[in-house]
């Protein structure tokens, strides 16, 4: 059964970094990209790019490209979004969705609070 694992809640202060982890189970983790989009309160998802596992090679949507890196570690099985200098707006739910040979699987999400 794929199932994709997030980390947990994550509050931090403007201008800290975060970091949310995505760990893959059940599949072979190189065999699909895993994509990472959010949704901030009241608002739709929103995608912010992807990074395919086998090679660690990304893209990254416009509006993210600057503040906003991705990684793969294939020992673990994990992937990671890390995300610097935190503004307010990025408050938001963050998901790591990967399209696989049956269907669509996301992870449970892992909430972010920017708050001062």
């Known amino acids: 059964e794929v199932q994709l694992v997030q980390s947990g809640a994550e509050r931090r202060n403007p201008g800290a970094p975060a970091k949310v982890s995505c760990k893959a189970l059940?599949?072979?983790?190189?065999?699909?990209?895993i994509d990472w989009a959010r949704q901030a309160p009241g608002q739709g998802l929103e995608w912010r790019g992807r990074i395919d596992p086998e090679n660690t090679g990304t893209k990254y949507a416009r509006n993210f490209q600057d503040r906003v890196t991705f990684a793969a570690d294939t020992s673990t099985n994990t992937a990671y979004e890390e995300l610097t200098s935190l503004r307010i707006e990025d408050t938001a739910v963050y998901y790591c969705?990967?399209?696989?040979?049956?269907?669509?699987?996301w992870g449970q999400g892992t909430p972010v609070t920017v708050s001062v």
């Open positions: 059940g599949y072979t983790f190189t065999s699909y990209y």
């Open positions: 969705p990967t399209r696989g040979d049956s269907g669509d699987y």
